[in-house]
């Protein structure tokens, strides 16, 4: 399939991959890592491997040098990379001393990783990867196929049982013995995803995802007294989302109140500039009743408070807007913690933990046996300039997305993917596996790379979209 067109994108970019149809169930990445991945899932896995045929020159390509990782937590550091037997512990430093190998040899140079999870600490950047390789000695990155895994993501351990008094329990109305929590006050970066094994927990949400989500009992929609604040004024601004507090359906133990317990949760505003298109995930940071009219100063102080402001009175949220909306304009709420239901999660990020409702037994397990990963990274490989580069027969896992308050379509922010290709030359992609816990794009494209290949990859239900080209 061919992303893109003549105007977007340099001569010779060639960009493809294959998509399952939704009825087909998500990969597993643990299933993957065991080496057990569903072969059912599309005839393309049954050709991917350490032995599969060559889709392109480059990944016929054969090394003269082979550099081995395994990043299993047993293997010794201090290996010298040279055999299966004897490897590195890490990607990082296997592809510069391969780098390193190949250039003093003038030969082409591969890294080969072992089945098992890498779970990186950084992206696989400039200096892993320097400025790749050349025409005649191509740097090459190879997993032994589905079950060889890079993984952006962190364990979290240390989940258990929420305790029937616990205050959130009682808050939020949770039944008891449902729910499980795990502390995440030193997590690094806002928690967008959770997996547990090789289920997919999603954040939570209300109204709850009815059908297709696109009907509208999906929806909430801005009220009359709504200010959209100024889309002039430059960057982020000031807006209240005007919200009917009737509609909101706590369950009915709750003792919290549901519309001050939306401090922190997140606004999916739909049809933001381009109806039906664009949107913004923005954060709730101030909740309005209708018992006041907000004054003025509630505003930040350096943005422009719109005349009517003051005149305005009923229940809102404010969040900060890169553009506007309108009176009417549908969006739905996202980590609601008396929203919390089977197979999601709520960060309480105030407090600095993680709930989750497991939706059976095995997820149940997943959790409270070491097996949750949450993404921290939102890029695996990220070249910057290379050149003459085979990633290839590798599964990527557990990318975060960039969210700081809008999307502004598929070819521009976010461009978030698990590999990024950013000025590259003669770089390709072919025969990895993008499973759906990448919150972002699996492959993006851009600025000024070209004589790239993207070939013969499985995207299976990523969060934003297979190839972007920029």
């Not at 364990?155 to 959130?168: H, I």
């Not at 999601?344 to 600095?352: I, N, Y």
């Not at 949750?372 to 557990?398: E, I, K, M, Q, W």
Request: hydrophobic content about 45%; glycine content about 12%.
């Amino acid at each position: 399939r061919t992303v893109g067109g003549p105007s977007m994108m340099p001569p010779l970019l060639l960009l493809g991959f294959a998509a399952l149809e939704p009825a087909v169930p998500h990969a597993d990445v643990a299933q993957f890592a065991a080496g057990q991945g569903p072969s059912a899932l599309s005839p393309l896995l049954r050709h991917q491997g350490a032995d599969a045929p060559p889709r392109s020159r480059a990944h016929a390509a054969t090394a003269a040098v082979q550099v081995h990782v395994n990043c299993s937590p047993t293997v010794a550091r201090g290996g010298s990379g040279a055999t299966a037997a004897d490897p590195l512990p890490d990607v990082a430093t296997g592809l510069r001393r391969a780098r390193a190998l190949g250039a003093a040899r003038g030969t082409a140079a591969e890294v080969r990783i072992a089945p098992g999870v890498c779970f990186l600490s950084e992206p696989l950047g400039s200096s892993a990867f320097g400025g790749g390789g050349s025409a005649a000695a191509p740097l090459l990155l190879r997993g032994a196929g589905p079950a060889s895994v890079l993984s952006g993501g962190a364990p979290l351990a240390g989940w258990s049982p929420v305790a029937d008094a616990d205050g959130a329990r009682l808050a939020n109305g949770w039944p008891a013995g449902a729910v499980l929590a795990a502390d995440a006050r030193e997590w690094p970066v806002e928690i967008k995803g959770v997996r547990a094994g090789g289920a997919l927990l999603n954040r939570s949400r209300f109204p709850a995802l009815h059908g297709d989500g696109l009907d509208t009992p999906n929806w909430l929609f801005a009220q009359a007294w709504s200010v959209p604040g100024n889309a002039s004024a430059p960057g982020r601004h000031a807006a209240w989302i005007g919200i009917d507090d009737a509609k909101l359906r706590p369950p009915p133990t709750a003792r919290a109140d549901p519309l001050s317990a939306l401090l922190g949760a997140y606004t999916h505003v739909l049809g933001c500039g381009e109806a039906d298109v664009n949107s913004q995930l923005t954060k709730v940071v101030a909740v309005r009743n209708g018992s006041a009219t907000a004054p003025p100063s509630a505003l930040p102080s350096a943005l422009p408070v719109p005349p009517s402001a003051a005149a305005q009175d009923g229940p809102a949220l404010q969040v900060l807007f890169r553009n506007t909306f309108t009176v009417h304009q549908r969006f739905f709420l996202e980590n609601v913690g008396w929203a919390l239901s089977p197979g999601h999660f709520f960060h309480d990020e105030a407090a600095g933990v993680l709930y989750a409702w497991p939706a059976d037994a095995a997820q149940r397990a997943a959790l409270m046996g070491g097996e949750a990963v949450v993404p921290v990274l939102d890029r695996l490989v990220d070249l910057n300039g290379s050149s003459h580069v085979v990633v290839s027969n590798l599964t990527f896992a557990d990318t975060t997305y960039y969210a700081d308050g809008f999307w502004d379509g598929p070819a521009m922010q976010p461009s978030d993917a698990a590999v990024r290709l950013s000025y590259c030359h003669d770089v390709t992609v072919e025969a990895c596996n993008f499973l759906a816990s990448c919150g972002g794009h699996a492959v993006a494209v851009g600025n000024a790379s070209r004589d790239c290949a993207i070939v013969g990859n499985l995207v299976d239900g990523v969060g934003q979209g297979g190839v972007c080209s920029m």
